[in-house]
């Protein structure tokens, strides 16, 4: 069988676009996103009065003329995986200032946009027989998982064990080990390696599984981030890179020996790294700029056959 | 209150501006005038003219790479540089074959460079001052010597590696403020003390610390050395035509240097802006404009203190024997190479101290000298990603956390290339050069890409950060009109220099004759190239658009690399001593190319037949 993995799309609709397209471009017959669908800033839009809106993208202030510019602006913030809002002056104050108002929009935004994008993702798939597995990760609020599995052609794998084919089953979990954002699905790593035995536990032969585990292994050269300062702003201006992946995923990893890791989380992580003959793969993310990168994989019947990491 | 235009919500990776200052410093330590600097300013005895008009002038084309790299950085962050915007905008296979001959090939010269440099500013200085002076003058008068600094720069840029970026970083720090004062120190000594303390200070010094007969006027005996040489001393300040001429043909001298602002920039915060990209530019400018700013006052400084045309002359009677083909050119007198810093700490008389100075200075190679690999390896490992090198390329050693393997496709190369360097095997130490130029053509490359950006990758760039820099309609002219008037010189200035060479062409040897002919076809294909991105950028223009910034500034870093290129192989005058005349240059280049296709053609034929679509791997998915 023949896979596209890619992860980290994190609200860009070009992103989710181009996975929903993948299958047909590289020629594979499943389709597995690793995590983090759901975006990561609200743009206003704000009603100006008559048919002008302003608009800041990027720290870039526009002022908009007429339901075409909205509407293209609109596309614009989308591809770059925010959300847009059209609003008013009041309306942003009231986010601005109400407590859990903001909470309330960002919900909203999410869920809508999670559900428009099954919605595509049915229309694409439809009776085409390409299967599409989803795992909501860290910065996934718990919610997308029932949008998710109301689509008729998206499964949602959190926590589960299916198989690929007649020879590997898939081991998925969306969460990580702490970061410093205390996102939705993160925990300790004594309780993450529990959460991992205990779905690990489901497959029948795991030495011959894909681990679909969004954080990478720690210290694997997949989970390079810039360090951060107290103050949350990247040392050494950036330079300095240090391991931030999971130290379970990294045990079940040696543990096991699956055929294969995919990973995620750590956008500047992109690569392989192979642990015996477990090869673990992070395609890294560039999904600001709508560039989706993605990993193609061939699995045979007792190993990794061909693979190439893409930039689509 | 000012209107909220954001909102953010609890997400991973959203983090704080980081330091400009801290981007600026490992800006500055690629430029480094301490190494790279000195280095190529020792090389500039031939030409007169000025070298601090040479310095301003080179740096001013440079703050348009700034903006060229600034720009594709916060356009597309995270792409891995050149190699991935290249391939993106230009295609996968310019992509791979500029960026792994600029980014892999051609650091294999560079660490017999890096070696050169620590044996001449701090193994033969730290060994005299430690009381060794034979040892000093072996390390930089025996081939071996020069061997043992080449395998010393493996060594510790293997140690750096292991010890990962995150101590690395460190080290880079500590080094600069450490480099700094140690530099701050030479300017007091400069600044307080005069030209015949000087001459006193260095007669003095140099029988004591290299074990040279004493009784002897260095001062003198080497400027007769330089002049005898041919050194040819400028002046600073002369700005005449004829100055200025020269002055001008020492700037692809100065791309030794100062050409590196970009190295490593790929910093790009999320839900960011136009914030970053001036934190982006400014940290790559003003490395040039504080580096420029140094040379100057160390310029003047040397030419107050030690005498402008001590300086020249000293690098003439240094090289002029070291390059030597005829046997006319006697010894130099000092036998070491000349070391502004050294010849500064003279100006002490407490050993101590000179040892301090010496020391602290060497951190600029120290901290430095970690560069030489690490682009290497990444590209290594992009390239392996990519499948088009075998997977066991990026091996990491579970013991070290090393990238064992690329290392290895870096050292034993390197090892290979510092013998033939050390031992000046069939004149390798001329190629120096070769070390920028092939580089330049990688920026040249990531140059192209930048311009046409806008265009070709229009979702991209129009989503970017970038996309408000656009230029008003008589600027946008203006510079396509200057573009148009320099593609038009460079064509002439080809097909005149070329018109040299061909008027000899049939006293050369078979190989040049083959030079000079694969030249013509690259000056052909370079004129419509030229030809091309006048018509490209030209044909926006005349249907009404205003040039983006990033295609503006492209214009004229694309005008400058080209000029550089163009004198750099043609080279009439064998200023610059990489071109035609020089086999040794260019038939090493020309493998470096050749290998670099053989491995493009050679995997991309292999993994098809494995059933991998390589071409597939920078092309965007199309959405239906």
Known sequence: ?312 | MSEVNLFVRKASGLVRAWSVFDAFIYATFSINLITLGLFIFSYCWYFGGSLGTAVVVGGVFTIFEVIVYASLISAMPRAGGDYVWQSRILGRGIGFLLSVTGWWFILWLWVPLYGQILTYEFLTPMAALLGAPEAALWLTGDSWGLFVGMLLVCTIVFIYIAIGMKWYARVQKASFYMGVLGLLIVFGLLLFNDKDTFIIALNANLPVVYGLPAGVDYYTETMAAGQAAGGVVGSLSDFSMMGLIASIAMVPMMTFFNLWPNWGSTLYGEVRGANDYKRNFWGMAAAIIVTAGLALVLFTLINKTMGWDFFINSNAAFWGYAFDTTGTVAAPPIPVWPYPIQFASFLTSSRALQLVIIFLVGMWWFGWSGTVFLSSTRVIFAAALDRMLPEWVSKIDSRTRTPINALLLMVIPSIIISILYAWDVVSFKSIVLDATLVIAVTFFGTTLAGIVLPWKQKEIFDGSPIARYIMPTWLSWLVTLLFVAASGYLIWLMANLGGQVFAVFGEQTLLTKAIIALLAVLSVGNAALLVYVVWYVGSKVLAGAKLPLITLAGLVFFAFLDWLLVVWFWDPSFYYGIGWQNSTSMVFMIIMYALAAAIYFGFSSYRKRQGIDVDKVYKEIPVE
């Open chain 1, 1 to 312: 069988m023949k896979l596209f993995f890619a992860t980290d799309v994190h609200g860009s609709e070009i992103c989710w676009k181009k996975f929903i397209s993948a299958a047909k471009f590289y020629e594979v017959d499943t389709l597995i996103l690793g995590g983090d669908m759901t975006g990561k800033a609200i743009i206003p839009i704000i009603a100006q009065g008559g048919d002008k809106y302003k608009v800041t993208l990027l720290e870039q202030e526009s002022i908009l003329e007429g339901k075409e510019a909205v509407d293209k602006m609109v596309a614009t913030i989308q591809n770059r995986g925010y959300y847009p809002y059209v609003t008013n002056p009041d309306e942003v104050n009231e986010i601005s200032t109400i407590p859990g108002r903001q909470d309330a929009l960002f919900f909203e935004q999410v869920m809508a946009t999670v559900a428009r994008w099954m919605d595509y993702a049915d229309a694409k798939l439809a009776g085409t027989g390409i299967r599409c597995l989803v795992c909501p990760g860290n910065d996934d609020v718990f919610e997308i998982d029932a949008a998710i599995a109301a689509s008729k052609s998206v499964r949602s794998v959190e926590g589960q064990v299916i198989q690929l084919d007649e020879h590997h089953e898939m081991v998925s979990s969306g969460w990580t080990n702490p970061t410093p954002w205390d996102t939705h699905r993160e925990e300790p790593e004594e309780a993450l390696l529990s959460r991992l035995e205990v779905v690990i536990a489901q497959a029948k032969n795991p030495a011959n599984a894909v681990f679909n585990l969004h954080a990478p292994p720690y210290g694997s050269g997949l989970d390079e981030a810039p360090e951060l300062t107290k103050d949350m702003r990247p040392a050494y201006a950036g330079r300095s890179l240090v391991p931030v992946g999971s130290k379970s995923v990294l045990a079940v990893i040696e543990k096991y020996n699956p055929l294969l890791g995919l990973h995620g989380h750590i956008h500047e992580g992109k690569g392989t790294r192979k642990f015996k003959k477990t090869l673990c793969i992070n395609p890294g993310s560039m999904y600001e700029q709508g560039v989706l990168h993605g990993a193609v994989v061939e699995l045979k019947p007792q190993k990794v056959g061909n693979y190439v990491l893409t930039t689509g």
